[in-house]
């Protein structure tokens, strides 16, 4: 985080937790219409003459559908299949950036460059150099608007204005991240906060999580085949692209295999948060891998927890699902905003 926008954030009633995690005072509650630091989400920068060339031969989405007004979900995975990172990718400018979770952002800054070779791309960390903010709630299309004379209107898409690039993200809640550099972004959260209250990464990742979209972290790295998270359904993958790595794994599920797990949404009313990578049990569950883990989950508004977990269809169906053991919290399983029709 650079030095400016941190000095900026503690004028702002701004604290930073032990994770470097930006809090404000209203954190506690979880706003109609809010401002949110999204710099726990870092930023990469890839660069160069053979930039998409090379990215498409690393990630499990179409790098060729990314374009100043579209941007898109992938992941990068291991030979196997698994899954190292997601993120999302846009381009800025003709820089492609990947806007990763700060808890796989070294793997990747560690992995890509082995992949270079004699092509002509330069990799860097550019999380400090641009500074990301969001705006959710249905304040959000008119604050924008009174700003910009457009706004981004599909889910995905990109728009630039002076300085700023701005994204229209997935969600019941209309949502938008805002880029730029932090002299800007700095006077634009002045005037946004006027009407929308500050608040923190944990109900920027609730959003996430209502909206069904993972997360890879620490305890998950290698945990999951892209399918299982339902990449697939958000436009995370594509099947005919060509090669990528651990692309015969995946396509191979999608062409050969049954998928036996998937991502679901469900509530916990469980007195500590489940973490990413926490396993699930159920009395129906033969797999000796167990029902389940975690992904994601973070305070619910109602109480409890609201989480995403990859899980045994069979478990899912048959509504027997707990946290960690028999005896552990039984989750409620909620609907997606997505169908799995779309398979």
Known sequence: MSSQWKTFLETQSAHFDESGEVRFNQDKAFPECALFDLMHLTLITVSGDDAKNFLQGQFTNDIRNVTHNHSQLSSLCTPKGRMLSNFRVLMRDEDYLLQIPQDTHQAVMKRLPMFVLMSKVTI????????????????ADSLLSRRFPSLPKTTGEVARHDGYTLLRLPGATPRFEIIGEADDIISLWQQLAKEAPPSGAEHWSLLDI??????????TVEAFVPQMTNMHLIDGISFTKGCYTGQEVVARMKYLGKLKRRMYLAHTDSGKRPIPGDKLFSSDSTSGQGAGKVVDARPSPDGGYELLAVMEISGYESDSMHLESSSGPKLKLKSLPYSFDEE
């Not at 860097?124 to 304040?139: M, Q």
């Not at 209502?210 to 305890?219: H, M, R, S, T």
């Open 124 to 139: 860097t960390d550019n999380s400090d150099e641009l500074v990301r903010i969001g705006l959710a709630g249905t304040c």
């Open 210 to 219: 209502q909206a069904g979209i993972p997360a890879i972290y620490k305890e």
